[in-house]
């Protein structure tokens, strides 16, 4: 299973990203930001970090990359993505994911590990989990605080597309402590927490991160919720 | 010369942290008649040739902006009134 992870000027995570699905067992390829050719990959990681300096607003400037033309092209036909932090910025940039990621309401950079409960195991990423299960992985961003109109909040809700939620404390204050999301298809998830980050007891504070990982290769493997979305690489 | 100004505000509804903080340094200067501070940004461009206010709409739309959460309000401005020259300062 070849997983993609973008490296975008100002990318910091991407060599987490690249080491965690190899732990995985996934061969990770480089992609760059600027190379529409995303090298016949299964799949794509795009990591956190500040793409662009965050100028303008994060992930604004990225999303015109050339890299990430061809994934909006391929997540559209139901290849898997996953946004971590400024990945996750990105995809709402993108208009793959709905809403947007805004200004920590207390203005504090938080960097800590954070508790979330798994509300979705219906994805890509995440069918690994049960079903509330709760995980803790570090969370780390400035501009973290999901938004949208209770309208897209609603539909998210009813939908079963919050992918999680934090518990124990709302880092950042999104809007109904929404830490993930997922699109329709369940193909395309955003991740504001870091799952790369928790994948080795020396530097994590646990291994659930390696459930986002194990699962793409599940679900690229041929694993799908009851068929209503294939995870498979569709390109 | 005319130049394209591009107004960006953050929608009435999205909280404004920013704009909070910056209210409530206010009484610190001895200011207790401000209810409400919200900031934006403003963006000037200027074209090549003749200012195009449909295409400036189309950038400011698709980039300058995030309309999930902000507005954005595209005006001509003549470029005499904008520069930042010492007399304007006066």
């Given at each position: 299973m070849r997983i993609g992870v973008v490296t975008f000027p100002g990318s910091l995570d991407d060599g987490d990203a690249a080491r965690a699905v190899r732990i995985s067992g996934g061969e990770t390829v480089r992609l760059w930001h600027g190379d529409p050719d995303l090298r016949g990959v299964d799949a794509v990681v795009l990591p956190g970090g500040f793409s662009y300096g965050d100028y303008l607003r994060c992930g604004a400037i990225a999303r015109f990359a050339p890299a990430m033309e061809s994934i909006i092209d391929a997540a559209g036909g139901g290849m898997p993505v996953l946004g971590i932090c400024n990945g996750f910025q990105i995809l709402c940039e993108a208009h793959l994911l709905p809403g947007a990621l805004t200004r920590n309401q207390h203005l504090h950079f938080r960097n800590r590990d954070q508790y979330l409960r798994v509300e979705s195991v219906n994805t890509a990423w995440t069918n690994r989990f049960a079903l509330g299960q709760e995980i803790l992985i570090p969370v780390k961003n400035g501009e973290g605080c999901y938004v949208a109109d209770d309208r897209t909040l609603d539909a998210l809700e009813a939908e079963g597309r919050v992918v999680a939620r934090y518990t124990r404390g709302n880092p950042n204050g999104s809007q109904r402590d929404i830490a993930a999301i997922t699109n329709e298809a369940g193909n395309v998830v955003g991740i504001m927490p870091h799952p790369e980050h928790a994948v080795e007891t020396l530097t994590g504070p646990s291994l659930d991160g390696l459930g986002f990982f194990t699962s793409i290769l599940r679900a690229l493997a041929g694993w799908s919720a009851g068929g209503q979305h294939a995870g498979g690489p569709q390109r | 010369?005319?130049?394209?100004?591009?107004?960006?505000?953050?929608?009435?509804?999205?909280?404004?942290?920013?704009?909070?903080?910056?209210?409530?340094?206010?009484?610190?200067?001895?200011?207790?008649?401000?209810?409400?501070?919200?900031?934006?940004?403003r963006i000037e461009i200027e074209f090549a040739g003749e200012p195009d206010l449909d295409r400036a709409h189309e950038i400011a739309d698709k980039l300058l902006a995030n309309p999930v959460i902000e507005d954005f309000a595209v005006h001509?401005?003549?470029?005499?009134?904008?520069?930042?020259?010492p007399a304007e300062v006066g």
């Amino acid at each position: 299973m070849r997983i993609g992870v973008v490296t975008f000027p100002g990318s910091l995570d991407d060599g987490d990203a690249a080491r965690a699905v190899r732990i995985s067992g996934g061969e990770t390829v480089r992609l760059w930001h600027g190379d529409p050719d995303l090298r016949g990959v299964d799949a794509v990681v795009l990591p956190g970090g500040f793409s662009y300096g965050d100028y303008l607003r994060c992930g604004a400037i990225a999303r015109f990359a050339p890299a990430m033309e061809s994934i909006i092209d391929a997540a559209g036909g139901g290849m898997p993505v996953l946004g971590i932090c400024n990945g996750f910025q990105i995809l709402c940039e993108a208009h793959l994911l709905p809403g947007a990621l805004t200004r920590n309401q207390h203005l504090h950079f938080r960097n800590r590990d954070q508790y979330l409960r798994v509300e979705s195991v219906n994805t890509a990423w995440t069918n690994r989990f049960a079903l509330g299960q709760e995980i803790l992985i570090p969370v780390k961003n400035g501009e973290g605080c999901y938004v949208a109109d209770d309208r897209t909040l609603d539909a998210l809700e009813a939908e079963g597309r919050v992918v999680a939620r934090y518990t124990r404390g709302n880092p950042n204050g999104s809007q109904r402590d929404i830490a993930a999301i997922t699109n329709e298809a369940g193909n395309v998830v955003g991740i504001m927490p870091h799952p790369e980050h928790a994948v080795e007891t020396l530097t994590g504070p646990s291994l659930d991160g390696l459930g986002f990982f194990t699962s793409i290769l599940r679900a690229l493997a041929g694993w799908s919720a009851g068929g209503q979305h294939a995870g498979g690489p569709q390109r | 010369m005319a130049r394209v100004v591009v107004d960006v505000m953050l929608k009435p509804e999205i909280l404004d942290p920013q704009g909070q903080a910056v209210a409530n340094a206010l009484p610190r200067l001895g200011v207790t008649d401000v209810s409400s501070v919200r900031i934006g940004r403003r963006i000037e461009i200027e074209f090549a040739g003749e200012p195009d206010l449909d295409r400036a709409h189309e950038i400011a739309d698709k980039l300058l902006a995030n309309p999930v959460i902000e507005d954005f309000a595209v005006h001509l401005v003549d470029s005499q009134v904008v520069d930042d020259t010492p007399a304007e300062v006066g």
